[in-house]
């Protein structure tokens, strides 16, 4: 992948160039225009009724607008009901949330499918921050591998 051109290059509008091929603004920032995915995340097929707190998930060193936050599992979600939810939160580096969505015997996660995590409370992603994922299972709960969809 082209870097951001520096002065030493022989060619430094070809440097450019080749730099906002691949999905930059001329000033660094990430086009999110087409709404192509900035960032696929993989997260393992946990045991039932384990957590995830907090860990990063994605970051980088430009600037870009947060689109849409989206989930695709790899299989059939079990034992997922009102006393066993399971509560998925992105969140940035700060800790503020930027989507939640909780699971329980009205709302399913698909199976071996792909879903919309709800309206992004946050859309502003700065410089240098970083995503990170809490996942939250009741003691019945069995959320299979997924990938988070980050535009």
Known sequence: MPSWPSDGDTDWNAAMAAFIAVGHYADGTIKTVGRRPIA???VENLA??????SRPIFASHYAATL???GIMTKGTP???DDSNTVVLTIANGAGTTIVTKTYNTA???PTSDFA???TLAITAFTADD?????????????????????E
């Open 67 to 69: 689109t849409y936050i």
């Open 78 to 80: 079990a034992g997922i």
């Open 116 to 118: 919309d995590l709800g």
């Open 130 to 150: 970083y995503l990170t994922l809490t996942l939250t299972c009741g003691t019945t709960a069995n959320m299979p591998a997924f990938t988070i969809i980050i």
């Open 107 to 109: 709302t399913q996660p």
């Open 40 to 42: 696929m995340v993989e």
């Open 48 to 53: 039932v009724g384990s957590d995830i707190s």
